[in-house]
């Protein structure tokens, strides 16, 4: 497992992240003590439809000022938004040390380390006491996972009695061969999908119950088709996930986009009560 999770830490690994990032922003002029969070969120939500699908996700339920948990956070762009938005307490997890070190010093950049904390971490050992967060979020980390009862049972356990488990995922569909590089794993060996019927066993196992499920699948499609519009027409942005993905960001968008069309993959968002 530890392998496995150094093969994991290595696909996502860009040395010099935060770096790359202050040169990005300084090449737009933007002045380096009045960024915003709108200037890094296309490099700081690692997922599809970035920060409009997390807003959609935070307004599923009431979750001002609430104490949030966000396993497998990447660069915290999700955390900063319930943080500045929503005035939660937020806490990130993440396997990669390069992805925290760059989300503590993201945080600094925009004032929000006082309301955001990150740690590196396995989503399958939290290092936390049981029932303690109100919500726990997780978007897009699972297809890393192997051991999917190991993943859900910690998100469970460290969730209050009476929280909520917000989920925005990639899962599988059909029963065909997917193609890789994905985002998320550079070959299959890094890359363990799932059926949502399935996740939803464990969870409804686990004693949560299911309060809302929507299919994103259409909507991530629409979203990629005028993504490659734009690209054609003004090239690659100045702040997206380019920046993480460097050359094989189009390979790997585009078999993701391929498998949504071809239904083999499922785009699926939610709401869990503890
Ligand atoms: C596609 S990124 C999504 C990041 C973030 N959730 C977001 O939406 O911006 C997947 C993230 O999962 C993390 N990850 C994968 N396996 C993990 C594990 N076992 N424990 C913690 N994080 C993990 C990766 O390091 C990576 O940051």
């Not at 690692?46 to 948990?69: D, M, P, W, Y």
């Amino acid at each position: 497992m530890k392998s496995l999770n150094k093969n994991i830490e290595n696909h996502y690994l860009k040395e010099g992240l935060y770096e790359e990032i202050i040169n990005r922003l300084k090449e737009q002029n933007i002045a380096l003590n009045n960024v915003k969070r709108s200037d890094i969120a296309g490099a700081d939500e690692f997922h599809v439809r970035g920060a409009t699908v997390s807003k959609e996700l935070a307004n599923s339920i009431e979750l001002n000022g609430l104490n949030v948990l966000d396993v497998g956070c990447g660069l915290g762009g999700p955390c900063r938004m319930l943080a500045d938005e929503y005035n939660c307490q937020t806490t990130g997890i993440d396997l990669s040390n390069e992805y925290i070190r760059t989300a503590n010093k993201l945080s600094e950049l925009v004032n929000l380390n006082n309301k955001t904390t990150f740690i590196q971490g396995n989503a399958t050992e939290l290092p936390f006491e049981d029932n303690v967060f109100d919500v726990v979020w997780t978007q897009h980390v699972q297809m890393n996972i192997p051991d999917k009862k190991k993943f859900y049972s910690e998100i469970n356990r460290v969730l209050k009695t009476g929280g909520y488990f917000l989920f925005y995922d990639i899962l599988k569909k059909g029963n065909g061969e997917v193609n890789y590089p994905m985002p998320w794993a550079s070959n299959a060996n890094l890359s363990f999908l799932f059926k949502t019927e399935e996740m939803d066993e464990f969870l409804i196992k686990f004693g949560l119950t299911k309060i809302q499920s929507t299919n994103q699948t259409q909507t991530g499609i629409d979203f990629f088709d005028t993504l490659v519009s734009r690209l054609k027409e003004f090239g690659p942005p100045k702040m997206g996930l380019n920046v993480l993905m460097g050359e094989t960001t189009k390979p790997k968008l585009m078999n993701l986009l391929a498998h949504l069309k071809t239904g083999e993959l499922e785009l699926i968002s939610g709401v869990y009560k503890k």
